[in-house]
């Protein structure tokens, strides 16, 4: 019998494994991939991290963690040369590097295996998995289980199916470089990146760029240190007790927060464009106001857009669209046997600490480390803030308060 099962691996359930290895605590974890991999398709070069290098998967709650993004660097022996770069925000392939490294000395995990089903037993769980390359099913029970099945790219019903999500925008570099016009739409960080990318490409090889955002600005990130504060337990706290209807309003409200673009993003690609010749300028457009509506492909793509305020219709023809357009829940099948209770389409009910609401009273539990926005408003995707859910849902399931946490660790008062 298990303590707690986790059901996907992704940063948010590799650092509750890390933080459950030095407890008594009898965990496992399945995932389909082959081994542990965050956004491949993001790995671009210099991309840098939103968040300080302090928020690794255990440092907040434990800083003497062998698990510890410090620890990582001293054991490949770039400790003295990180202090000499003296910043907070490392590159994201650097943070990648170090949770494979994390996920390299833990036993719970288990890949190529995928969770088929659930089963509450009335006393506990049973979870059926599968090997991916055998097709071998075994069952596990479990006391718990956590749900971390994260997102899947989200692309509208009226793209067209050769739009490539910004998620494989690297495997597809080298083939979108070939095409004489690249679009990209939305006016978030990941646009911007891959905008940015494309423009610092040698001029002999880059293609005509088009970004288009159906945003009048191109929202820049909350770096202000109280603004931040939101991505506190605190803060979560607060938001999880306000009614239905108003976090509902308060998720739209968050949108500089979540979506915004770093500072240093928009910087670099103002100093580029600044740099560009006049010719080279007449092969780069950023068209803000336009809604794009649908995107269709015959021989090349045609987008059709309106303008938010003028309320015209525009279209552009061109030859690859990348879709930087966010995510949608990853939401596995079993979960409607499980008696969760839903609060909005495809938004589970969860309490301040991370408990799946169930309609029938049960000794053992479901918690989540995903789908929590309406639940846990803007910090539910922050990675800063895993390591305090992660907190919350392991004294949880011990029952006894292994990890501490500051509740109350801001200046802002929220109620």
Known sequence: MYDLIGIGIGPMNLGLSALAHPTDLKTLFFDESEQFSWHPGMMIQDSMMQTS???????????????SYLNYLRSIHRLHTFYFYEKLLIS????????????TQLEDLRFSTRVI????????????????????R??????????????????????DERVIHNTQYVMNKADLLQRN????????????????????????????????ARSTLFETLETGKLGEEIFSPSYVTYFNQLPLEVRQESVKKFARSQNGISPETLQS????????????????????????????????????????????????????????????????????????????????????????????ETAHHLYATANLEL????????????????????NAVAGTE??????????????
């Open 402 to 415: 292994l990890y501490p946490v500051e509740r109350h660790a801001t200046f802002t008062t929220f109620d």
């Open 269 to 360: 690609i103002y100093a580029h464009l600044y740099d560009l010749t006049e010719e080279e300028q007449r092969q780069v457009a950023i068209r803000a106001n336009l809604e794009v509506k649908e995107i269709t492909y015959d021989e090349r793509f045609t987008i059709a857009m309106q303008h938010q305020e003028l309320e015209d219709d525009r279209s552009s023809v061109t030859d690859a669209v990348i879709a930087a357009t966010g995510f949608s829940p990853s939401l596995p099948s079993f979960i409607d046997r499980l008696d969760i209770v839903f609060e909005a389409p495809n938004a589970w009910k969860v309490d301040a600490d991370y408990q799946i609401v169930r309609s029938v």
């Open 117 to 136: 089903d659930v089963q509450d037993t009335g006393d506990s769980f049973e979870v059926l998995v599968e090997d991916v390359s055998t097709g071998k």
């Open 53 to 67: 290098f302090i928020s690794d998967l255990v440092t907040l709650a434990d800083p003497t963690s062998s698990f």
């Open 92 to 103: 994201r392939q650097g943070y990648n590097d170090y949770l494979r490294w994390v996920a």
């Open 181 to 212: 016009k690249i679009s990209i739409v939305g006016s978030g960080q990941s646009a911007a990146e891959i905008f940015l990318d494309l423009l610092t490409t040698p001029a002999s090889e880059r293609p005509e760029l088009e970004w288009i």
């Open 375 to 394: 639940s846990h408003g803007p910090a539910a995707d922050n990675l800063g803030m895993s390591v305090s859910r992660n907190q919350l849902i392991l």
């Open 138 to 159: 075994e069952t596990f029970e479990a006391r718990n289980v956590v749900i971390g099945t994260g997102s899947k790219p989200a692309i509208p019903d009226t793209f």
